[in-house]
């Protein structure tokens, strides 16, 4: 593991990783910056609180999308959470009560009405 | 024609067929015949006449197209009304009824005589009535006098057995939907198991190992093990999750394919609550879609081909 030099007003620390290939061309601190802002942008449409909900797969999954386009390389989800503990204490972060009430509510299964008719053609 | 005694139409038809074969024999067998349907007697049923016909267990409105002096006796050939004149037949006299008011009661009565042979009949197949169960009783019920409804040209054991639709999504919800049978638990494979695989195939295919699959997998186990009993199952399979399932073990271990077909109805709205982008939704819908497609590929392997039968009782045991 390699340890960057602290910045000024950039970061409190790196990740252990250095990110992959086609950044390389830019200056490290630079590129690390530009993800990290990307990643802050990101989490307006996905909240870190929900990292810690029953949704974290399919939030986490978004945030990879989302810095896979903006900088046109694979990003793995271990890099993504890496990026996002140096802002938040992850273990820490509760998800909102209200999650759970899609689960609370306990239903029969039934099948959408447009396959049942398809069904009885 | 309207009950679901397979050799309901072919009994009669033979019984016809057999005499229309014989028309040229001397001496027909007369031990049916009243006596009053003999060449030599007048037609006891006139053409265009409307009449009650006998059909398996029960009476139907008739209407004699021809009346005609075959092999010694009076046959007619009928046109049962509101049905597909494939149905058409000849028939002897002692086939018809006069359509008087004392013969329509006699209809009625055998209509509902066969119609509750015809439930329990069923009830011995499946504990529940089965959905098929709602059409032929509601006609009846509508049309006392008269078969009603226009049927299509097929047996009605045939309608029932419809062809499980192509995609994967329908391809096991008609057996369980229909028959309401239990599947019999724990599946092998199971969810896990089958997400596995899914994956194993796909980084094969890919040459690396993709990361947003691997978490959307993640996310669907995630969602399974916590949407299956409250989301995932009817009620009926309710009293089977409780037994099998004990305190701490994931329902990705004990359910298999045709459960985790049924998250796939619920996707959307869990993940309403995501608020994925664009972009994101499209790939997560191709990568779904991918998954399903594995499934369908390998249906054998991943689908139960029967169900359990001997749980198919209500109560648990």
């Not at chain 1, 990026?83 to 999650?99: H, Y």
């Not at chain 2, 009846?140 to 009603?148: I, L, M, T």
């Not at chain 2, 690396?208 to 691997?214: G, K």
């Not at chain 2, 399903?292 to 209500?314: H, I």
């Amino acid at each position: 593991m390699v340890r960057e030099e602290e910045q000024d007003g950039v970061s409190v620390h790196s990740p252990s990783q250095a990110p992959r290939s086609s950044a390389s061309s830019l200056p490290k601190e630079q590129s690390q910056v530009d993800i990290e802002l990307k990643l802050l942008q990101a989490l307006e449409m996905y909240p870190p609180a929900k990292l810690q909900g029953i949704h974290r797969h399919f939030v986490l999954y978004g945030l990879i999308e989302y810095l896979q386009k903006c900088f046109e390389r694979s990003f793995s989800a271990d890099e993504v959470l890496q990026l996002l503990n140096q802002f938040f204490n992850l273990e820490m972060l509760k998800p909102d009560e209200e999650e759970m009430e899609i689960f609370q509510k306990e239903e029969e299964f039934s099948l959408p009405q447009i396959l049942l008719v398809k069904e009885e053609e | 024609m309207g009950t679901s005694n397979p050799s309901g139409g072919a009994a009669p038809k033979e019984e016809e067929d057999e005499e229309m074969e014989g028309a040229d024999a001397a001496e027909e067998d007369k031990s049916q015949s009243d006596g009053s349907d003999s060449a030599s007697d007048p037609a006891p049923f006139s053409e265009g006449e409307k009449v009650l016909a006998f059909h398996g267990p029960r009476i139907y409105e008739a209407k004699i197209q021809k009346a005609e002096v075959l092999a010694g006796r009076w046959k007619f050939f009928v046109h049962y009304l509101g049905w597909n004149k494939n149905w058409d037949e000849w028939v002897v006299a002692s086939r018809l009824l006069k359509l008087t008011d004392e013969n329509m009661r006699k209809q009625k009565d055998l209509t509902k005589d066969s119609q509750a042979q015809e439930r329990s009949a069923r009830s011995r197949l499946s504990q529940k009535p089965s959905k098929t169960d709602v059409k032929p009783e509601k006609e009846d019920a509508k049309n006392q006098g008269s078969k009603g409804k226009k049927r299509k040209s097929a047996p009605p054991n045939e309608e029932k057995e419809k062809k499980p639709q192509e995609s994967p999504l329908m391809l096991q919800f008609p057996l369980t939907l229909k028959k309401q049978l239990l599947v019999k638990l724990p599946r092998s494979p199971n969810v896990d198991d089958i997400l596995k695989k899914y994956l194993e195939y796909r980084t094969k295919k890919d040459g690396v190992i993709n990361e947003s699959v691997s978490e959307i997998l993640k996310g669907l186990r995630s969602y399974f093990d916590k949407a299956l009993p409250v989301l995932l199952l009817y009620s009926k399979e309710k009293s089977q999750y409780d037994e099998i399932v004990k305190e701490g073990v994931s329902p990705s271990t004990i359910y298999g394919a045709e459960h985790l077909l049924r998250l796939f109805v619920k996707l959307p709205e869990l993940l309403a609550h995501v608020n994925l982008e664009e972009e994101a939704i499209t790939k997560l819908q191709q990568k779904l879609l991918d998954l399903l497609k594995f499934l369908q590929k390998n249906q054998s392997l991943f689908f139960l081909s029967s169900y359990d039968t001997s749980k198919a009782a209500v109560k648990a045991e």
